[in-house]
T-cell receptor, first 108, second 112 residues
Framework: RKEVEQDPGPFNVPEGATVAFNCTYS??????FFWYRQDCRKEPKLLMS???SGNEDGRFTAQLNRASQYISLLIRDSKLSDSATYLC?????????FGTGTRLLVSP | EPEVTQTPSHQVTQMGQEVILRCVPI?????FYWYRQILGQKVEFLVS????????KSEIFDDQFSVERPDGSNFTLKIRSTKLEDSAMYFC??????????FGSGTQLSVL
C-alpha cells in the first residue's frame, strides 16, 4: 500500500464550482498533515495544515480523520487561479511524505 | 518573505559525470532537506540533515549521493556518477523545526 494515496485526476470544474479532494495515508504514527499546492514545474508551496478539528482558510477547508487515516480538502467558489496540482502531505518523524497529487483544472 | 535559494536552475551533464547542486537555506533554519521529482511523478524524499549530519535518508540516497554544509550557509547535494535515471527536478528545503517547510525553486538536472 502506498504511504500517501490520492486520486490523480484531473478534476475539470467550471469557475465557481465546489470541488473536494481526498487522500489516505498508511502510517498510523504520522504526526502532522498538510495540503501543498504545486504549479507546473514549480516548487511545492504550503496551502494549509490539517487538524482533526477541521480548519478553514478562506475558500479552503481541510479535514482529518485519524481513525480512518483520511484527509480531505474542499475548495469553494473555484477560481481560474486555483488550477494546479494539490499534494496531500504527511509528516513522520522529520520528513514529509508526498502523495502523487491531484490535478485541478478550473475553466471559465 | 525569506527564501531558499538554489543554483543552478538548470544543469545538463553527461552520464557518469559528477554534479553538485547548491542551496542556500534560510539563515536561522536548522533542518535541511533534499527532495527530487522525476517528471510526471511525485515529490520524493532523499535526505534530511541536522546538526551537521544526516538524520534520515531514503533508499534512493545510495553511495552515489552525498550532502555537505561546507561553510554554515551553503547546503550541497553531490551525485558522484550520474545516471540517466537521475534526471529530475531537485528541491532543497529548510525549516526551523516548526511545521512549515520552505522549498527552493529547484534545480532541473538533465543527464544525457
Amino acid at each position: 500500500r502506498k504511504e500517501v494515496e490520492q486520486d490523480p485526476g484531473p478534476f475539470n470544474v467550471p469557475e465557481g464550482a465546489t470541488v473536494a479532494f481526498n487522500c489516505t495515508y498508511s502510517n498510523s504514527a504520522s504526526q502532522s498533515f498538510f495540503w501543498y499546492r504545486q504549479d507546473c514545474r514549480k516548487e511545492p508551496k504550503l496551502l494549509m495544515s490539517v487538524y482533526s478539528s477541521g480548519n478553514e482558510d478562506g475558500r479552503f477547508t481541510a479535514q482529518l480523520n485519524r481513525a480512518s487515516q483520511y484527509i480531505s480538502l474542499l475548495i469553494r467558489d473555484s477560481k481560474l487561479s486555483d488550477s494546479a496540482t494539490y499534494l496531500c502531505v504527511v509528516k513522520g518523524f522529520q520528513k514529509l511524505v508526498f502523495g502523487t497529487g491531484t490535478r485541478l483544472l478550473v475553466s471559465p | 518573505e525569506p527564501e531558499v535559494t538554489q543554483t543552478p536552475s538548470h544543469q545538463v551533464t553527461q552520464m557518469g559525470q559528477e554534479v553538485i547542486l547548491r542551496c542556500v537555506p534560510i539563515s536561522n533554519h536548522l533542518y535541511f532537506y533534499w527532495y527530487r521529482q522525476i517528471l510526471g511523478q511525485k515529490v520524493e524524499f532523499l535526505v534530511s540533515f541536522y546538526n551537521n549530519e544526516i538524520s534520515e535518508k531514503s533508499e534512493i540516497f545510495d553511495d552515489q549521493f552525498s550532502v555537505e554544509r561546507p561553510d554554515g550557509s551553503n547546503f550541497t547535494l553531490k551525485i558522484r556518477s550520474t545516471k540517466l535515471e537521475d534526471s529530475a527536478m531537485y528541491f532543497c528545503a529548510s525549516t526551523t523545526g516548526a511545521e512549515k517547510l520552505f522549498f527552493g525553486s529547484g534545480t532541473q538536472l538533465s543527464v544525457l
